[in-house]
């Protein structure tokens, strides 16, 4: 049962910008935090960016740090991954999950996050 819906991925050039949305319930989203992963073909899906449920905590991957900004709006239910400057290694299928709990040690693990969405994929082209 999916819970969290994905959007706006698409194909941009290098050095390019886009803006993903996950929209979540008002009950996932007004308590979990969110995180965004990806996945490229071959390999493991990896963490991108989490937010608190609070929005006060925030962390990124050190490949994306500079890059991509993780925001949320409560009045939308919606947690946002503003990427700019992309790069063709940032191709990848990109999903939204949602964790009743993180902290500074397991905001990175896949295994802490229960709820995800289906995925939304990113091209970029060199």
């Known amino acids: 049962q999916v819970q969290l819906v994905e959007s706006g991925g698409g194909l941009v050039q290098a050095g390019g910008s886009l803006r993903l949305s996950c929209a979540a319930p008002?009950?996932?989203?007004?308590?979990?935090?969110m995180g965004w992963f990806r996945q490229a073909p071959g390999k493991e899906r990896e963490f991108v960016a989490a937010?608190?449920?609070?929005?006060?905590?925030?962390y990124y991957a050190d490949s994306v740090k500079g890059r991509f900004t993780i925001s949320r709006d409560a009045a939308k239910n919606t947690v946002y991954l503003q990427m700019n400057s992309l790069k063709p290694e940032d191709t990848a299928v990109y999903y939204c999950?949602?964790?009743?709990?993180?902290?500074?040690?397991?905001?990175?693990?896949?295994?802490?996050?229960?709820?995800w969405g289906q995925g939304t994929q990113v091209t970029v082209s060199s």
């Open positions: 999950a949602g964790s009743t709990y993180t902290d500074g040690n397991n905001y990175h693990r896949r295994g802490q996050y229960g709820v």
């Open positions: 008002r009950r996932i989203f007004s308590t979990y935090d």
């Open positions: 937010i608190s449920y609070s929005g006060i905590r925030i």
